[in-house]
T-cell receptor, first 114, second 115 residues
Framework: DQQVKQNSPSLSVQEGRISILNCDYTNSMFDYFLWYKKYPAEGPTFLISISSIKDKNEDGRFTVFLNKSAKHLSLHIVPSQPGDSAVYFCAASGSNFGNEKLTFGTGTRLTIIP | DTGVSQDPRHKITKRGQNVTFRCDPISEHNRLYWYRQTLGQGPEFLTYFQNEAQLEKSRLLSDRFSAERPKGSFSTLEIQRTEQGDSAMYLC?????????????FGPGTRLTVT
């Protein structure tokens, strides 16, 4: 059972435009969400996170939005740059789990077109 | 560089052989995690250490897998009698033990190929 879903395997965006990556989850016990970026032959790099007590968190060009009622979150990157081309993973965890393990989606490959 | 390091980066082994991977976490991080990633999938949780104590193991971790963190610093993951299905990227991550600290910092991974 895939508890965290990223339904778009790939996304292409023109440089300078906005990239929007989406993520859905099914487990209502999740209360903390993270986005990771992964380049080939490297481990995932933490990008930005959001707690379920918030509906938005912003860090520079990156903003994450959380809609708890829809169990949906999205990552906005604006403006998109060529260096943003990578695979993006959505991950979730829960304060009740006791171990803060992360449950990941299957990833979205973002390609920024110069 | 004081990030998470893993060794080796690549390992090719024949089916039935034993392999061992090492992870060195960020020095002040008490929590250490192992994940496995296969092609087209996100990382999947394998096991978790708080200092030297192994507190949880996923059902993905069969009896052929064992992990240790003897002194609460580096960790090893051993796979005995490897099978082709064990071919994957094995990722190690660490995090501080601050309350409700969820951000985990990953190493570059060890890519295992079982022939």
């Amino acid at each position: 059972d895939q508890q965290v879903k990223q339904n778009s395997p790939s996304l292409s965006v023109q440089e300078g435009r906005i990239s929007i990556l989406n993520c859905d989850y099914t487990n209502s016990m999740f209360d903390y969400f993270l986005w990771y970026k992964k380049y080939p032959a490297e481990g995932p790099t933490f990008l930005i996170s959001i707690s379920s007590i918030k509906d938005k968190n912003e860090d520079g060009r990156f903003t994450v939005f959380l809609n708890k009622s829809a169990k949906h979150l999205s990552l906005h990157i604006v403006p998109s740059q060529p260096g943003d081309s990578a695979v993006y993973f959505c991950a979730a965890s829960g304060s009740n789990f006791g171990n803060e393990k992360l449950t990941f989606g299957t990833g979205t490959r973002l390609t920024i077109i110069p | 560089d004081t990030g998470v390091s893993q060794d080796p980066r690549h390992k090719i082994t024949k089916r039935g052989q034993n392999v061992t991977f090492r992870c060195d976490p960020i020095s002040e991080h008490n929590r250490l995690y192992w994940y496995r990633q296969t092609l087209g999938q996100g990382p999947e949780f394998l096991t978790y250490f708080q200092n030297e104590a192994q507190l949880e193991k996923s059902r993905l971790l069969s009896d052929r897998f064992s992990a240790e963190r003897p002194k609460g610093s580096f960790s090893t993951l051993e796979i005995q009698r490897t099978e082709q299905g064990d071919s994957a990227m094995y990722l190690c991550a660490s995090s501080p033990s601050a309350v409700l600290s969820y951000e985990q910092y990953f190493g570059p991974g060890t890519r295992l190929t079982v022939t």
